[in-house]
């Protein structure tokens, strides 16, 4: 068969769903053989939002979400979705173009070394130089993207290779169980969490890309130990319960990192490098348990005592066999600064200030979206804002990039949601810095029909950039724009827009936009004049208090 026709084939085997992207003439051959195929081609407006996309794809089901550009400017397209998936553990894909390589008649013209150019931001990065190679060069990408730790895998198919005839044949995709930790390093844990007085658990972004909730719920059920979350852990265990005591949204000096420091034990669950933990580590501080997929990344600041590798899922499972509740466990002051989490959080929920504040927007949204509800949520100060006041009742209900930390991603990641869950609800929060580096996206949901509604938060500014300008007391300087009437510009797309004339307006809008079929986008003003106050010299100055 001509090897492009195996390469698809070979995505196939894979369970390949979507391939999003934008074609040029050196994926001609490649587009061909999707043509005749059951996977469908989702045709994106940059390449940006393809790779987004594929990685949202990867994060909500696990499985490589698959991206395709042609080369050059087409590849290069892809740097920031390629990161975006690297750091934040998203498995993922890409195919690029290239001229041929056998033989070419054009010199240099858009070429550049695109497999050197992704090196070092993939687990992966292979030219395919053989139909004959094509199944084992795919299947080696696919395991190692879900491998963990999960991350982006580029593949690069030359237009002659992929016009060749070839006799290979498809690997089918190998079943594989993830190792689990041995029985000694669970007898340790178990010991070290019986004998302490204020032992903490930790969630971070690990234990939201496998099935760890259940065990998680079983494991807080059994024991009572109160829970923190970092910004990627949060919904694997239901936030409103009544040991959750608040998410770790700031650097440092939050109500959060005062119940850190008044632990003698952090059971650090899912632990991920890219996220700044809501603790330092000191010699003669608190103690640390690591339980992840992979060993503990050492550094001055962070160094367990004791590292639990395996399967979190089945990892927590033998600590909730084995594990003895202790008359001895204190967990007051920790109760104490939850009271003073909820209460803060309470404050401004209903806010009737126009331009709408972040308190009563974030507390707006929560009343309206499902326990089932996605919101996806571009980059910006607003971020933190969610990241603290906003409950996720399950996983991955609250798409939050705290590792690249990109703006441009959050229409993109809302449609890969809307594509993966089409019968949940699911809802783009962009400040207007970020919806306008993707907002050519609106054309690809209207096309697709999507039913999604996208929030603009619009400060004509570069807000999080803006408020940490004030956090370093430099004068206001280079950070504010104008925008388009984004109701109008929304209608040209042929979406719904709509526009928040006042606080009170946010809830029915929102209802209305959710129940009702198509993309809308609605243009919320938004007042941040309160973030140097309350998110630099307020919290700091309450949770010093406790």
Sequence with gaps: MKASDLFVKALEAEGVEYVFGIPGEENLDLLDSLRKSDIELILTR???????????????????????????????????????????????LMITGQKPIKTSKQGSFQIINVVDMMRPLTKYTHQIVSGDNIAPRVREAFRLAVEERPGAVHLELPEDIAREDTDAVVIPASRSRRPIAEEKSIKAAVDMIESAKHPLLLIGAGANRKTTSRMLRRFIDKTG????????????????????????????????????????????????????????????????????????????????????????????????????????????????????????????????????????????????????????????VYKIWFARNYKAHQSNTVLLDNALATMGAGLSSAMASHLVHPDRKVMAICGDGGFMMNSQELEAAVRLEMNLVVLILNDSAYGMIKWKQAGMGLEKYGLDFKNPDFVRYAQSYGAHGHRIMSANDLVSVLEECLSTPGVHVVDCPIDYSDNDRVLNKEIKERSRQL
Excluded at 51 to 78: D, Q, S
């Design 46 to 92: 940059h390449e940006q939002g393809a790779g987004f996309m594929a990685a949202t794809y990867g994060r909500l089901t696990g499985k490589p979400g698959v991206c395709m550009a042609t080369l050059g400017p087409g590849a290069t397209n892809l740097v920031t979705p390629a990161a975006y998936a690297q750091l934040g553990a998203m498995p993922m």
């Design 225 to 380: 130990i109160p829970f923190i979350t970092s910004q990627m852990g949060k919904g694997v265990v239901d936030e409103r319960d009544p040991l959750f005591l608040g998410n770790a949204a700031l650097s440092d000096n939050d109500f959060l990192h005062r119940a850190a420091a008044n632990a003698d034990l952090i059971i650090n669950v899912g632990h991920d490098v890219v996220e700044k933990p809501p603790f330092f580590m000191t010699h003669d501080g608190f103690k640390v348990i690591h339980i992840n997929f992979c060993s503990a990344a050492v550094d001055p600041v962070y160094f367990p005592q004791l590292e639990v590798v395996g399967d979190i899922g089945n990892s927590i499972w033998q600590l909730c066999e084995r594990i003895l509740t202790q008359g001895s466990w204190d967990f007051s002051y920790f109760m104490k600064v939850r009271e003073q989490v909820e209460a803060h959080l309470a404050e401004g929920a209903s806010d009737p200030g126009y331009p709408v504040r972040p308190q009563r927007l974030v507390s707006d949204v929560r009343k309206v979206m499902p326990s089932d509800g996605v919101i996806a949520l571009d980059n910006g």
